[in-house]
């Protein structure tokens, strides 16, 4: 089993840490929660109940905080629910929190392992593909509050992720392929021939193929650790790792509350196809790039909620989103595969590009004409 698993550093010094990533990564827990006594256990509820004996076994019955699962446990209201808790156990500095879960359960996990006695020791467990190709290495840990996502948060790195893909085999289709989507931005930031693996490898990970999964776990997560060890606070390079999340995060926002909400892998995948079609605008990646991206995007059949795309609504919002710029919203666009550039774009270019994205999605729109913006060419015979 063991050599199954793939090690990565995420090279950051004295807090750097090792990610296990594959299938019996959880073997090596023992190993890397020997320094720290007690575990407290912060796990998502549907995931105790089906990974029960392993969470048991690592940690005792006492010390697992349980959490519901969703993304409205991301609240101040939970995170001071879970501090409470620790207070009342009276967990000491030497202590270590578990976080058994999704990206969810990560982000507040992590937050609140960052904040309790001013920080105490963090080991990640992610148990969905998307917290395991990206959530999990990185330190971003965050709740939400108001407007926004992640507005309130820090950053602080986990002691060490076990990334095991066993737990994949119990995760509905749909997470998984919002989970894909990620893993689709690291093959795009990493260049040509990884976009060329995932094109390859595309049908046995929709499958579940586990060899297949735990190459891309583990090809993500280098992507992740080396933009994280060259800008742990996101002050440049880092920034690249939010393509197609701008209008992600707005899509995702816009559909919560509704009964078409968008997983957060899938809002970004749409984004990523956002971000392919104002590449090609511009001239930087060729029509054939940009259709290998939507063939991507496509291939993966994400639910069918695209038509909650109104253009104002969506660039207000992405106006309110943390990264904008004085009237610019920002976006992370490819010169080529493997070549992301940040750039501020104008409304405009905006409402092309929708316009555009519309009708290659087949919603009926003309609004491209009404901008009177020039569409991006392309030769019929390379539609599917
Ligand atoms: N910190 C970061 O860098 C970062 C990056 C990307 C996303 N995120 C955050 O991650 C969150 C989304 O994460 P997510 O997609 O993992 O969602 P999630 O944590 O809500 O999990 C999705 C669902 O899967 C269930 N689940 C988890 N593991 C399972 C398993 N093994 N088997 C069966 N069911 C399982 C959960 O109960 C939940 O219902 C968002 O809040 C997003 O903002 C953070
Ligand atoms: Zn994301």
């Given at each position: 089993?063991?050599?199954?698993?793939?090690?990565?550093?995420?090279?950051?010094g004295?807090?750097?840490?090792?990610?296990?990533?594959?299938?019996?990564?959880?073997?090596?827990?023992?190993?890397?929660a020997?320094?720290?006594?007690?575990?407290?256990?912060?796990?998502?509820e549907?995931?105790l109940?089906l990974?029960?004996?392993?969470?048991?076994?690592?940690?005792?019955?006492?010390?697992?905080?349980?959490?519901?699962?969703?993304?409205?446990?991301?609240?101040?209201?939970?995170?001071?629910?879970?501090?409470?808790?620790?207070?009342?156990?009276?967990v000491?500095?030497?202590?270590?929190?578990?976080?058994?879960?999704?990206?969810?359960?990560?982000?507040?996990?992590?937050?609140?392992?960052?904040?309790?006695?001013?920080?105490?020791?963090?080991?990640?467990?992610?148990?969905?593909?998307?917290?395991?190709?990206?959530?999990?290495?990185?330190?971003?840990?965050a709740?939400?509050?108001?407007?926004?996502?992640?507005?309130?948060?820090?950053?602080?790195?986990?002691?060490?992720?076990?990334?095991d893909?066993?737990?994949?085999?119990?995760?509905?289709?749909r997470?998984?392929?919002?989970?894909?989507?990620?893993?689709?931005?690291?093959?795009?930031?990493t260049?040509?021939?990884?976009?060329?693996?995932?094109?390859?490898?595309?049908?046995?990970?929709?499958?579940?193929n586990?060899?297949?999964?735990?190459?891309?776990?583990?090809?993500?997560?280098?992507?992740?650790?080396?933009?994280?060890?060259?800008?742990?606070?996101?002050?440049?390079?880092?920034a690249?790792?939010?393509?197609?999340?701008?209008?992600g995060?707005?899509?995702?926002?816009?559909?919560?509350?509704?009964?078409?909400?968008?997983?957060?892998?899938?809002?970004?995948?749409?984004?990523?196809?956002?971000?392919?079609?104002?590449?090609?605008?511009?001239?930087?990646?060729?029509?054939?790039?940009?259709?290998?991206m939507?063939?991507?995007?496509?291939g993966?059949?994400?639910?069918?909620?695209?038509?909650?795309?109104?253009?104002?609504?969506?660039?207000?919002?992405?106006?309110?989103?943390?990264?904008?710029?004085?009237?610019?919203?920002?976006?992370?666009?490819?010169?080529?595969?493997?070549?992301?550039?940040?750039?501020?774009?104008?409304?405009?270019?905006?409402?092309?590009?929708?316009?555009?994205?519309?009708?290659?999605?087949?919603?009926?729109?003309?609004?491209?004409?009404?901008?009177?913006?020039?569409?991006?060419?392309?030769?019929?015979?390379?539609?599917?």
């Amino acid at each position: 089993m063991s050599q199954e698993i793939e090690e990565i550093a995420v090279d950051l010094g004295k807090r750097g840490y090792t990610v296990y990533a594959g299938a019996g990564a959880l073997e090596r827990f023992p190993a890397a929660a020997k320094d720290w006594r007690p575990r407290i256990a912060i796990v998502d509820e549907n995931v105790l109940r089906l990974h029960h004996s392993w969470i048991e076994k690592a940690v005792e019955p006492d010390n697992i905080l349980v959490i519901p699962p969703g993304e409205a446990s991301k609240s101040l209201r939970e995170f001071a629910r879970l501090q409470d808790r620790l207070i009342e156990l009276k967990v000491p500095r030497q202590a270590v929190v578990v976080t058994v879960g999704g990206g969810v359960t990560g982000d507040l996990g992590g937050f609140v392992a960052a904040t309790y006695l001013r920080g105490v020791a963090w080991i990640n467990v992610p148990t969905t593909l998307l917290a395991q190709v990206d959530a999990a290495v990185g330190g971003k840990v965050a709740v939400n509050r108001g407007p926004g996502k992640n507005l309130i948060g820090a950053f602080y790195q986990p002691r060490a992720v076990l990334s095991d893909t066993g737990f994949l085999a119990t995760l509905d289709r749909r997470q998984m392929v919002s989970g894909l989507f990620e893993h689709l931005k690291h093959a795009l930031l990493t260049g040509d021939a990884a976009v060329r693996e995932l094109e390859r490898d595309f049908a046995a990970l929709a499958r579940g193929n586990p060899e297949a999964l735990t190459r891309a776990v583990a090809q993500s997560i280098r992507s992740e650790a080396l933009f994280v060890a060259a800008d742990e606070r996101e002050a440049g390079r880092r920034a690249f790792l939010n393509l197609g999340h701008t209008l992600g995060h707005a899509l995702e926002d816009r559909t919560g509350a509704t009964e078409s909400r968008l997983l957060h892998g899938e809002a970004v995948g749409i984004g990523i196809w956002y971000a392919a079609i104002l590449s090609e605008m511009r001239g930087w990646i060729g029509a054939r790039e940009s259709m290998r991206m939507e063939r991507l995007v496509r291939g993966l059949r994400p639910v069918e909620a695209w038509n909650l795309l109104e253009p104002e609504a969506l660039m207000e919002k992405m106006l309110q989103d943390k990264k904008r710029l004085g009237g610019r919203i920002r976006f992370v666009l490819l010169r080529s595969f493997g070549r992301p550039e940040l750039v501020e774009v104008e409304a405009p270019e905006i409402l092309a590009a929708h316009a555009v994205l519309g009708e290659r999605m087949g919603l009926p729109t003309t609004e491209h004409q009404r901008t009177g913006l020039p569409t991006p060419k392309r030769h019929e015979k390379e539609w599917t």
